[in-house]
């Protein structure tokens, strides 16, 4: 299971980046998909997440109504867009993927996903 998650770079304060997450080896279609964040010296958290049926969408609090997490019409994609970003969500963000029995089903805990991306580096300035 391979996942591959790109799209970070350099953004000045205010801005917008869109992640994209994609996998080899498996479908995104049936695994409910989580975004989360590692900043320096920090722990990882979630910050958003989509469940496998009728697009149930669970985000945090830091990131609700800036974020938004969308899979595409293929469901072989899953997107973070990530608009007004600020420095502090500067972080190495990853996708996670996990099957549940519950199709509606998303969480942001790190221990509910098995499956995990490579990071991909956001930095915001000042």
């Known amino acids: 299971v391979q996942l591959q998650a790109f799209g970070g770079g350099l953004v000045q304060s205010g801005g917008s980046l869109r992640l994209s997450c994609t996998a080899s080896r498996f479908s995104l279609a049936d695994h409910a998909i989580g975004w989360f964040r590692q900043a320096p010296g920090k722990g990882r958290e ?30 072989t994609t899953v997107s973070l867009q990530m608009n007004n970003l600020n420095p502090e969500d500067t972080a190495v963000y990853y996708c996670a993927a996990q099957r549940h029995l519950n199709g509606l089903y998303c969480g942001l805990k790190n221990y509910e996903y098995e499956n995990w991306g490579q990071g991909t580096l956001v930095t915001v300035s000042s």
């Open 46 to 75: 979630g910050v958003a997440c989509i469940s496998s049926e009728e697009g149930i969408r669970d985000y945090d609090l830091s990131v609700a109504g800036r974020f938004t997490i969308s899979r595409d019409a293929t469901k």
